[in-house]
């Protein structure tokens, strides 16, 4: 049974920088890519980075400058890193897997990010 | 930013056929890359639904199916039902800049 979990700060303060781990169990030794996705309140979804299990990294064109992700697959987990936020930043944000078929197979249930100060 | 469009709402009656259309482009869908759709029940994390432009995941009831033409595909409910109510969002694959995962804006479900 493939299970994934966030966790982060809850809220964050304008400018800073927001972190975000993803745990799961299951297998992490196959080709999969390690994804975060994101769900400002009321808004539709939008794909942020993925991670292979090798270590290869992807970003969303409109947020590479502020995001980093990274991984310890043999921790089972991966994190993102969001810089400089703002108020529109403030998101519901999944972690997600794709097992190389470019599609999501498996979510976690996300956790609520909010930017105020 | 959302690259697939769909119709922000459709509606329809218990028993009745909607459909649910995501339209991409040329980098996209009309590129030839897979276009899967997942449903997002109120509170819940999105759930995959069609996967392979018309493949339904085990426990996905036969109600739904997907279909791809060109540079667009659609979702179709047939029978629908109540717990049908929800928000439904395409994806594919987009070699435009980088390549990456795409969504569409969603499309709101209501049973009448």
């Known amino acids: 049974q493939v299970q994934l979990q966030e966790s982060g700060p809850g809220l964050v303060k304008p400018s800073e920088t927001l972190s975000l781990t993803c745990t799961f169990s299951?297998?992490?030794?196959?080709?999969?890519?390690w994804s975060w996705i994101r769900q400002p309140p009321g808004k539709g979804l939008e794909w942020m980075a993925y991670i292979s299990n090798s270590g290869n990294t992807n970003y969303n064109p409109s947020l590479k400058s502020r995001v980093t992700i990274s991984g310890d697959m043999s921790k089972n987990r991966f994190s993102l890193r969001l810089t400089s936020v703002t108020a529109a930043d403030t998101a519901v944000y999944y972690c997600a897997r794709d097992d190389s078929s470019t599609y999501f197979a498996y979510w976690g249930q996300g956790t609520l990010a909010t930017v105020s100060s | 930013q959302a690259v697939l469009t769909q119709p922000p709402s459709v509606s329809g009656a218990p028993g009745q056929r909607v459909t649910i259309s995501c339209t991409g482009s040329s980098s996209n869908i009309g590129a030839g890359y897979d276009v899967h759709w997942y449903q997002q029940l109120p509170g819940t994390a999105p759930k995959l639904l069609i996967y392979?432009?018309?493949n339904r995941p085990s426990g996905v009831p036969d109600r739904f199916s997907g279909s791809k033409s060109d540079t667009s595909a659609s979702l179709a409910i047939t029978g629908l039902q109540a717990e049908d109510e929800a928000d439904y969002y395409c994806q594919s694959y987009d070699s435009s800049v980088s390549e990456s995962y795409v969504f569409g804006t969603g499309t709101k479900v209501t049973v009448l």
């Open positions: 392979g432009n018309s």
């Open positions: 299951g297998d992490s030794s196959s080709n999969y890519y």
